[in-house]
């Protein structure tokens, strides 16, 4: 069970906009920044998105995320065959003190 | 370019002892705090431990605490998690990773652990 709730799944064709949800609580999403990470298959996970919004030099700016009180999201536009992935929100949990992860959601592109 | 390099993994009993490293280069090392997350193959991320710039603070989850020690070499850049009383749950890819961009900036490649007899 994990601190952060994604949906397992998510999926769309070619060109289409998706959205991955990310809930958490006050001790986590609700007082610190949200990251998100996408795993390609075989490979280690890769930042995607930081401090909730911000972008690292060479990710496409497909990527979008937000955050609103205890939840973020991640938005995909313009979807890709290469997008297809894991995909994980985290944050610093205040309570556990430690970081929490997302389940993670598989991206399907069909 | 920002280079994070694990080893130490491998085959270990039930009980034992195993200690990984990560050799860090392309950024101050000494700057900056580095974690370890491990990922069981097929399933999600898992946070293990971090480590302030400097060495003075270090926090685990509650899974290992008592059981992993993480530490650091500044001088080597190398990060370490000493891991003992090993059980097939901890059986998992380790990874390290660093504080850049300000969570988990930049992943290694991880080191499989496998914990069996």
């Known amino acids: 069970q994990s601190v952060l709730t994604q949906p397992p799944s998510a999926s769309g064709t070619p060109g289409q906009r998706v959205t991955i949800s990310c809930s958490g609580s006050s001790s986590n999403i609700g007082s610190n920044y949200v990251y998100w990470y996408q795993q390609l298959p075989g490979t280690a996970p890769q930042l995607l998105i930081y401090?909730?919004?911000q972008r690292p030099s060479g990710v496409p700016d497909r990527f979008s995320g937000s955050k609103s009180g205890t939840s973020a999201s991640l938005a995909i536009s313009g979807l890709r065959s290469e997008d297809e992935a894991d995909y994980y929100c985290a944050t610093w949990d205040d309570s556990l003190s430690g970081v929490a992860f997302g389940g993670g959601t598989k991206l399907t592109v069909l | 370019e920002v280079q994070l390099v694990e080893s130490g993994g491998g085959l270990v009993q039930p009980g034992g002892s195993l200690r990984l490293s990560c050799a860090a280069s392309?950024?101050?090392?000494?700057?900056?705090?580095m974690h370890w997350v491990r990922q069981v193959p097929g399933k999600g991320l898992v946070w293990v431990s971090r480590?302030?710039?400097?060495?003075?603070?270090?926090d685990y989850a509650d899974s290992v605490k008592g059981r992993f020690t993480i530490s650091r070499d500044n001088a080597k850049n190398t990060l370490y998690l000493q891991m003992n009383s090993l059980r097939a749950e901890d059986t998992a890819v380790y990874y390290c990773?660093?504080?850049?961009?300000?969570?988990?900036?930049?992943w290694g490649q991880g080191t499989l652990v496998t914990v069996s007899s």
């Open positions: 392309g950024f101050i090392f000494s700057s900056y705090w």
């Open positions: 480590i302030k710039s400097d060495g003075s603070s270090t």
């Open positions: 401090r909730n919004n």
């Open positions: 990773a660093s504080n850049i961009f300000g969570l988990l900036g930049s």
